[in-house]
C-alpha cells in the first residue's frame, strides 16, 4: 500500500487499502455511517466496498441523480434533510463514494451540516483520484457557474483502489488524463514526457502515473492550502476550461463537456496565450496540443459563443477587482500567475486551437 500521513487527508492506496479503511472505521467509530453515491456508483461500487468492511451497523445510504447538473444548494438541502431526519450527529461519520462531483459536494455537505462532521473520500473515477478527492476543496456550482459556493477542509482519509477504474467508460478515464497532462505541465517535463505514451490498459503503469499526480498535487496543496500562491498553479488550464464548461452546460445544443475534457481545451488555448505573453516555446506548444487532440475530440465553437465564453470568465473565483487572471506558463514546470489577458489574444487562442 502507497501512502500519504497528515495530520487531516492522509491518502491510503490500493494494497491493503481496505483493511487500513477498516482500522480507521474502527478508530473513529463514528455513531452513525453515512454512505453517499450517485445512481451510478450505487449500482456498480458500492457492492465492492460493502464486501470489504464489516460495519458493526450497517452504512445508510444516501443517493443522488449522477451528473454535474445536480452539484447544487438544492441536492444540498435534501441531504442535510436526509441526514437530519435519519439522525445523524456530530460524531457521525460519512463516506463519499464516487467521482468529483460526489466527492465536491459530499465533502461541502459534511463540512457545514451541525457546522462540520468526520467525512471520508473513496473516489471511483480517475479524475477523483488525481485531483477533486486531494486537497479539501469542496463546494456546489450557482446554475451553471462551476463551484461557486464552497469551502476548504480535508478530508479525514482518502481510500483509494484504483479497482474501481474498470466501472468507468472510456471518456471518463480520458477526462482524468486531462488532469493528469497539466500536473506534468505545472510540475515537470519528465512527468509530461511519461505521460504522452499512457496506456490505461497497462495497469502497473497506470497506478504509478495516478500516485505520481496524487503527490504532486499533495506537496503543491501541502505548501499552500488555502491558494495564495504555489497552488493557483493547480488552476493552470481552469479559467477558459471551466467558462467553456459552464457555456455547455447551459446551452441545450452543445454536447456537455466533462471536467476533463473542458479543461483540455482550456490548456490548449492557455498554452498559445502562454506562447504569445511568456515565450513558451511555439514547438512545445505544438507539442501539448497534439498529444492533447489525439486523446480528445475537438469541440466547434463560433464566434458568438467565443464571445460568450469570454463574457462568463467575469465569474472565475480567481477575479479581483475586476481582472481576470490567468494562470500561464514559461516553460514545462515553470508557471507565472496572477496574467492579464486581452480578449482579442483569447479569440486569437480559439482561432488557434481551431486551425491547429
Not at 490500493?14 to 453515491?37: A, C, H, R, S, Y
Amino acid at each position: 500500500m502507497k501512502y500519504i500521513i497528515k495530520e487531516k487527508g492522509s491518502v491510503y492506496c490500493n494494497g491493503n487499502v481496505w483493511q487500513k479503511l477498516q482500522e480507521l472505521l474502527d478508530d473513529l467509530n463514528p455513531t452513525k455511517i453515512f454512505i453517499l453515491t450517485d445512481e451510478n456508483t450505487s449500482k456498480y461500487c458500492l457492492k465492492h466496498v460493502l464486501q470489504h468492511i464489516n460495519f458493526n451497523n450497517p452504512p445508510l445510504q444516501l443517493t443522488v441523480p449522477a451528473g454535474e447538473h445536480y452539484k447544487t444548494i438544492e441536492t444540498c438541502l435534501k441531504l442535510w434533510e436526509d441526514l437530519s431526519e435519519k439522525g445523524a450527529d456530530r460524531s457521525s461519520l460519512l463516506i463519499s463514494l464516487g467521482g468529483g462531483m460526489i466527492t465536491d459536494l459530499g465533502g461541502f455537505v459534511a463540512s457545514t451540516f451541525k457546522r462540520g462532521i468526520s467525512f471520508i473520500n473513496i473516489p471511483t473515477s480517475m479524475l477523483a483520484m488525481v485531483d477533486a478527492s486531494i486537497g479539501g476543496k469542496n463546494g456546489v456550482d450557482l446554475g451553471v457557474l462551476k463551484n461557486q459556493v464552497g469551502v476548504i477542509n480535508n478530508a479525514h482519509s482518502v481510500i483509494i483502489d484504483t479497482h474501481f477504474l474498470k466501472t468507468l467508460p472510456s471518456n471518463e478515464l480520458t477526462s482524468g488524463y486531462a488532469e493528469m497532462l497539466k500536473h506534468g505541465l505545472i510540475y515537470s517535463k519528465d512527468y509530461w514526457e511519461s505521460l504522452k505514451s499512457f496506456d490505461v490498459e497497462n495497469v502497473p503503469a497506470t497506478e504509478e502515473a495516478i500516485w505520481k499526480s496524487i503527490q504532486i498535487k499533495n506537496e503543491i496543496v501541502t505548501v499552500d492550502p488555502t491558494e495564495q500562491n504555489e497552488r493557483k498553479a493547480l488552476n493552470f488550464g481552469h479559467t477558459l476550461g471551466h467558462a467553456i464548461e459552464s457555456y455547455c452546460l447551459e446551452h441545450n445544443e452543445k454536447t456537455t463537456l466533462l471536467h476533463g475534457e473542458a479543461i483540455a481545451i482550456g490548456m490548449i488555448l492557455t498554452c498559445y496565450i502562454s506562447k504569445e505573453l511568456l515565450q513558451f516555446p511555439l514547438l512545445d506548444c505544438k507539442e501539448v496540443s497534439s498529444v492533447i487532440l489525439k486523446h480528445f475530440p475537438k469541440v466547434e465553437f463560433s464566434n458568438e459563443e467565443i464571445n460568450a465564453i469570454i463574457e462568463l470568465l467575469k465569474y472565475d473565483k480567481k477575479n479581483k477587482n475586476g481582472n481576470i487572471y490567468f494562470v500561464l506558463l514559461n516553460a514545462f514546470g515553470s508557471i507565472k500567475t496572477n496574467c492579464i489577458v486581452r480578449n482579442e489574444l483569447i479569440k486569437e487562442a480559439f482561432d488557434f486551437y481551431k486551425t491547429f
